[in-house]
């Protein structure tokens, strides 16, 4: 049986240019997150290294299993998932101007990733909980900087003016930052949860 690596040498591989295919260690808490919370994704490892995984040592493969699995483990026990950016702001003053490059931008991005990854795995096919998805993960839309257009059409010019109204919006980004612990709870009981 393979050993994992340690959560820092884990850390050190997704921050290096080692990891060419792969995202870095805050957006792949997001990614991962994402698995966890939404419909199932069988090739999640896959998907996260662009069908590279068979070229990732083992020892970095399984870290990033048992990763998800605490991320999971902390969900199925009722307990937030530990978000790698500051989760709450008091007040839209004390947050930085939001910019592509902050960690929620960046943790976003990997979450949006997940969510688009496989077509056949589409989070919005349910008509009865197509609107709820659509406004649990709106915050993740919006702090990414890309919505599903941009999966297709990557084209930043024709981004949803909504979107960069919401974007510029300090007061309206604070209280998405604030929203995502929440709506992430709420995204995992509406996809694994009996009515």
Known sequence: MTT????????DFLNSDDNECGLDAIATHGFLTATVVGKPLSNWLDLMFEGNSDTI??????ALVEWREELLNQLKNEQPINLPFVSYVEDENDME???????VAIWSIGFIDAMYADTFNDW???EETEEDVAMLTLPMV?????????????????????LQELRSDKEMV???VNSIENNLTELFLLFHTED
Request: glycine share 2%.
């Open 4 to 11: 994992a690596c340690t959560q820092e040498q884990l850390f």
């Open 57 to 62: 040592d083992e020892a970095i493969k399984q």
């Open 97 to 103: 101007e939001f910019s592509l490059y902050s960690d």
């Open 124 to 126: 919005f096919a349910d």
């Open 142 to 162: 919006v702090l990414s900087g890309v919505d599903e257009e941009d999966e297709v059409d990557t084209d930043l010019d024709e981004e949803d003016e909504s």
């Open 174 to 176: 604070a209280q998405m």
